[in-house]
């Protein structure tokens, strides 16, 4: 096998806390430090100089903003969280279906595989690879470069003719330039297959197909129903 690495593309960053409740909990700390002053302002006056009366008022406007702040932040997670539900709900359906979505992953059975990918760009020199579950190069061969989505299909074979046992491979559609030789990602590969499990994670949804490919629901491109 060649010692050709699998590109990788740039990974999708994800933060452990949502906006709207790191800015909650910093709304109600500052309500709290807010009331924590005003009570010991009004405790320790001077009886013969009292708090000016419009600063007084400017004072329970900031409360009061801050308290509607509060309110705000509270509705925006019931509504967050009513959004979360119907995409769950969303996912659910699709147990039971025909899925196609954006993978690099693809399932090699015992006549082959077949799979989807595009062209997000023109390129002169297009290729499809294929590697194993340790990123070596299994096999690699050319295809069209234009622009558009196709429909490709190995037959299993290594590049020295060798027959690939059955599992789960890595397929990637590259883009060579002729000129300097530099290659990048030239659009998605397409992994099909029947959802078989939905899992709902913190950070999103995983889908996984009855042979074992995981997918996200955010990278489905087409739903079909089964035919008998």
Known sequence: MTSVSPIVSEPTTTTSASTSTVT??????????????????????????PLDANEFVDQLTQYSELE??????????????????????????????????????????????????????????????????GGQLVTSYE??????????SWDGLDDNGREMPVGIYQAQVVAIS???????????????????????ETDGTDLIYSNGITIRSDDIRRVATPTS
């Open 143 to 152: 295809v069209d470069g234009n622009v558009g989505d196709y429909t490709t």
């Open 178 to 200: 002729e000129q300097n030789g530099t290659e990048r990602l030239a659009g998605n590969t397409l992994s099909i297959g029947l959802i078989e499990e939905v899992r709902f």
């Open 68 to 133: 509607q702040g509060i309110e705000q932040t509270d509705a925006l997670n019931e509504i967050s969280a009513t959004l979360k539900a119907d995409e769950r709900q969303t996912d659910i359906s699709y147990l039971g279906k025909i899925v196609e979505a954006e993978s690099e992953d693809i399932f090699l059975g015992e006549d082959g595989v077949t799979f989807g990918y595009n062209i997000d760009g023109p390129t002169n020199k297009a290729e499809i690879r294929i590697f194993d579950d």
């Open 24 to 49: 909650n909990a910093t709304l109600s700390e500052d309500l709290d430090t807010f009331l924590t002053l005003l009570v010991a302002q009004l405790e320790y006056q001077d009886p013969l100089e």
